[in-house]
């Protein structure tokens, strides 16, 4: 009994040691790797009455880069210049710029668009919620980082639409701003088009304003909640609806939901969602 006794204290300090290890393993991982572990996630996107002359075309959503002082704007510039190598036809910007403490995040976003990724059919965006400022409730910084976007070659629609060579491009503002009023454009929503929605927040998909759309929505927000355990649903979601997490999701009305698990992240933590910038290449509908 005695002779035992050593060898179970021996046993007890090496799991000790060995879950600990793998603790601090783990936390490192979540902190220093995955979250600058950038995935270019590629999708089809079968898109009703798309002109001939667009099949085959690239469209890459980019999402969510928080740039500010908890994301290190290298990370964010050297993912930019990564995507730029895919030579997007159009690149849609899907909102949430920056995560907005102070005016120092104006400079910080500048710097950071100079590399931004152009398509070279057209460029567009949309505002999030961070872009409002404070509590989202702050115009002059959403008119500030508006005017920013459109003078580096990302032009927004704020609740307007924009076509390019047969594409149209619908953007509605952040659900949770000061300027949701996508009744403005969906209101007037040709059926006839090849149309592509941008919405950040995906809660808006389940509200009354779509008039029949049947087509493609793209949003962020969610961050694939950022850390999600295997084979779980992630524990942290800031949407109403859970299902809402990330990835394509078929809404089940002709309306298509992509969810971008986004580049930049509000706290530098990751685990099992890694950050995503989305190629999409262009087909017809099977319906067409």
């Given at each position: 009994m005695h002779a035992s006794y050593p060898i179970k204290m021996k046993r007890r300090k090496f799991?000790?040691?060995?879950f600990w290890s793998l603790c601090g393993i783990t936390g490192l991982y979540t902190w220093q790797i995955e979250p600058m572990w950038l995935e270019f996630v590629k999708r089809k996107m079968p898109i009703e009455n798309l002109p001939d002359n667009l099949i085959g075309k690239t469209l890459m959503q980019i999402s969510d880069i928080h740039v500010g002082?908890?994301?290190?704007?290298?990370?964010?510039?050297?993912?930019f210049m990564k995507a730029q190598k895919f030579n997007p036809d159009f690149v849609p910007?899907?909102?949430?710029?920056?995560?907005?403490?102070d005016p120092e995040q104006f400079s910080q976003l500048e710097e950071v668009l100079k590399q931004a990724v152009k398509g070279k059919i057209a460029t567009v965006g949309i505002l999030g919620n961070h872009d409002y400022g404070n509590n989202w409730a702050d115009q002059s910084v959403a008119d500030k980082i508006t005017r920013q976007l459109n003078k580096n070659g990302i032009r927004v629609l704020n609740n307007k639409q924009k076509e390019y060579e047969g594409l149209n491009f619908i953007g509605l503002d952040d659900y949770w701003g000061?300027?949701?009023?996508?009744?403005?454009?969906?209101?007037?929503?040709?059926?006839?088009?090849?149309?592509?929605?941008?919405?950040?927040?995906?809660?808006?998909?389940?509200?009354k304003i779509w008039n029949g759309y049947r087509g493609w929505i793209?949003?962020?927000?969610?961050?694939?909640?950022?850390?999600?355990?295997?084979?779980?649903n992630p524990p942290m979601l800031p949407v109403k609806n859970k299902k809402y997490s990330s990835g394509e999701i078929d809404l089940g009305d002709g309306r298509m939901l992509y969810i971008n698990r986004a580049l930049g992240h509000l706290l530098q933590v990751r685990f099992?969602?890694?950050?995503?910038?989305?190629?999409?290449?262009?087909?017809?509908?099977?319906?067409?």
């Open positions: 799991i000790s040691r060995t002082y908890g994301v290190d704007s290298n990370y964010i510039i050297e993912s910007y899907t909102g949430d710029y920056v995560s907005y403490i000061l300027n949701f009023t996508p009744e403005k454009v969906m209101n007037r929503l040709d059926l006839s088009k090849s149309n592509i929605v941008l919405c950040h927040n995906p809660d808006v998909c389940d509200l793209l949003s962020g927000h969610t961050h694939g909640g950022q850390c999600k355990p295997p084979f779980l099992n969602v890694r950050p995503e910038i989305t190629i999409f290449e262009l087909e017809k509908n099977r319906k067409d």
